[in-house]
């Protein structure tokens, strides 16, 4: 009877180990059938399909939620192009994992977003209108790798960051890493990603959170691995990484959007443009009278000889 105790108590502990999520690190994993949850909020838990990525709102939600209880989470290719200036906050997300278009952050503030949960208007209040959800469709990664012993092989660093993304990220589609740009002396990698417009069965925004966690901070995946294209037998292990995302429509920031920054720049500027006016208008008003007074010494100068 004891032998069959035991059997089944170490059959119980192997499905245990047996259920967790690879694509999340913070989820919680119940067998029998195996379910994984991230908890999202309060006795908020999201089912994960532990199969694909993490949807990024749902992420963004619980890394919020760990940072509220002290539980830190580790961790321009056209003019239209934006960063993503504004940082993690908590956001409204679809029942799946889709960002609403509008977001509030439980404030009176709102702002329109794109796919991947970046501002893309100025703020507003809470009649701001955000018609429909504007998809990105092309992504621009620019990496800088730690050194290396040997210099890398050039031609063959566009295959290895495609497989690599492949592998890593749910079988990624390859080809649309569209170009890979390499300047050997900063040391620094430039990625395109890109899409159809109007293309819904690929969602770039889902690889390229992963992707900056895994460079920017600590992996999300549960084994820890880092993203580290290898070449020629070289693993580019990256120290840093921004991200432009290119929407399907261009943003609709305006100058109340400017920082004080490049506020406080363009005012110095512009009264450097106004000083040299200035300048510019004296000495040629002193040179007239210059002139003028010439003119008339000339007639006088004449008559004396």
Same mark, same amino acid.
């Not at 993503?84 to 906050?89: K, L, M, S």
């Not at 009176?108 to 959800?133: I, P």
């Given at each position: ?44 838990? @999201? ?72 501002? +893309? ?78 293309? +819904? ?85 002193? @040179?007239?009278? @210059? ?15």
């Amino acid at each position: 009877m004891w032998i069959i105790v035991v059997l089944a108590a170490l059959v119980a502990v192997a499905s245990s180990q047996s259920c967790s999520c690879r694509t999340m690190k913070w989820a919680t994993c119940e067998p029998d059938p195996c379910v994984c949850t991230l908890l999202l909020g309060n006795n908020e838990k @999201q089912v994960l399909n532990c199969d694909k990525m993490v949807p990024k709102c749902f992420l963004m939600k619980a890394e919020m939620f760990r940072l509220k209880k002290g539980q830190r989470a580790v961790g321009k290719p056209v003019e239209h192009a934006f960063v993503d200036n504004d940082g993690i906050y908590d956001p409204d997300c679809e029942s799946d994992g889709t960002f609403k278009a509008k977001q509030c952050n439980g404030t009176d503030t709102c702002w329109c977003v794109n796919s991947a949960g970046v501002r +893309r208007t100025d703020k507003g209040d809470a009649n701001l209108k955000c018609e429909k959800l504007v998809y990105t469709h092309w992504l621009r990664f620019q990496m800088k790798h730690k050194e290396l012993p040997k210099a890398i092989d050039q031609s063959k660093l566009k295959d290895a960051i495609a497989n690599a993304i492949s592998e890593r990220y749910d079988n990624f589609n390859k080809s649309l890493v569209e170009n890979v740009e390499y300047d050997p002396d900063g040391r620094v990698i430039v990625v395109d990603v890109k899409k159809e417009i109007g293309d +819904r069965t690929t969602d770039l925004t889902h690889m390229a959170y992963y992707l900056e966690k895994d460079i920017k901070d600590l992996p999300l995946f549960k084994d820890q691995a880092k993203f580290e294209p290898a070449v020629n037998g070289q693993n580019l292990a990256m120290e840093d990484v921004l991200v432009y995302y290119v929407d399907e429509e261009p943003p609709t920031f305006t100058m109340k959007a400017l920082t004080g920054g490049i506020i406080a720049v363009i005012v110095v500027v512009v009264l450097l443009v106004v000083v040299g006016l200035l300048l510019l208008f004296f000495l040629n008003r002193r @040179q007239n009278m @210059q002139q003028k007074q010439y003119a008339k010494a000339e007639p006088r100068e004449m008559e004396a000889m």
